[in-house]
């Protein structure tokens, strides 16, 4: 059975840097698209950044494209999110998350995800 546990979250300033993590088990990772999502209080969650599985491509919203990077590693069955010139528009629950055989029009969507991580607050704030 498949599980995601992210970790790095935390407290920081407008313009800081964060490094999300995302340890994934339990599956053949590499197989897997690995996405962030993530959700402020009283707003519906939301799409951040996708890599699909099998050496497909990473994408991105639009609200942290350029200052957002994805990255994946299938030797450690890991995902990581760094979060760099961060806005207090970015705090909210970052949650990874895994599905099987995504296709590429539904991978900001939700319900397109099997597995779902607890969740690691980032707060922005001066």
């Known amino acids: 059975q498949v599980q995601l546990v992210e970790s790095g979250g935390g407290l920081v300033q407008p313009g800081a840097s964060l490094l999300l993590s995302c340890a994934f088990s339990g599956g053949t990772f590499r197989r897997y698209t690995m996405g962030w999502f993530r959700q402020a209080p009283g707003k519906d969650r939301e799409f951040v950044a996708v890599?699909?599985?099998?050496?497909?491509?990473?994408l991105y919203a639009d609200s942290v494209k350029g200052r957002f990077t994805l990255s994946r590693d299938n030797t450690k069955s890991t995902v990581t999110l760094q979060m760099n010139s961060l806005k207090i528009e970015d705090t909210a629950v970052y949650y990874c998350a895994a599905g099987d055989r995504i296709i590429l029009s539904s991978v900001s969507r939700r319900d397109a995800y099997d597995v779902w991580g607890q969740g690691t607050q980032v707060t922005v704030s001066a």
């Open positions: 890599t699909r599985g099998n050496g497909g491509a990473t």
